[in-house]
């Protein structure tokens, strides 16, 4: 098993950045595809961004292409998602996620390791 804890959430204003982190600890973290997942009050959860377990491949969400980097470091056992020109309808808590066979990762259904979640509030 893994547990994941993200941090990094908070309230910034429209055009700001924040940067999530998401720490991994038990089963070694280079196993795992990672992902980054979102669900906004009253909507369901969505995908937002993955990484492979070795960081060469990464695939986005539309809504967030260009705004979002994600990015990991094994060494550390840390993901993290860069979030840049923010708006409102960002806001959400901010989920990651561990999939162990790295399949259907754009899909909640692809992960086996949920974290706690963090809120990000986009003020306009």
């Known amino acids: 098993q893994v547990q994941l804890v993200e941090s990094g959430g908070g309230l910034v204003q429209a055009g700001g950045s924040l940067r999530l982190s998401c720490a991994a600890s038990?089963?070694?973290?280079?196993?795992?595809?990672m992902g980054w997942f979102r669900q906004a009050p009253g909507k369901e959860r969505e995908f937002v961004a993955s990484?492979?377990?070795?960081?060469?491949?990464?695939t986005y969400a539309d809504s967030v292409k260009g705004r979002f980097i994600i990015s990991r470091d094994n060494a550390k056992n840390t993901m993290d998602l860069q979030m840049n020109n923010l708006n409102s309808e960002d806001t959400a808590v901010y989920y990651c996620?561990?999939?162990?066979?790295?399949?259907?990762?754009?899909?909640?259904?692809?992960?086996?390791?949920w974290g706690q979640g963090t809120q990000v509030t986009v003020s306009s």
């Open positions: 996620a561990a999939s162990t066979w790295s399949r259907r990762m754009s899909s909640s259904e692809g992960y086996d390791y």
């Open positions: 038990g089963r070694t973290f280079n196993y795992y595809g």
């Open positions: 990484i492979t377990w070795s960081g060469g491949s990464t």
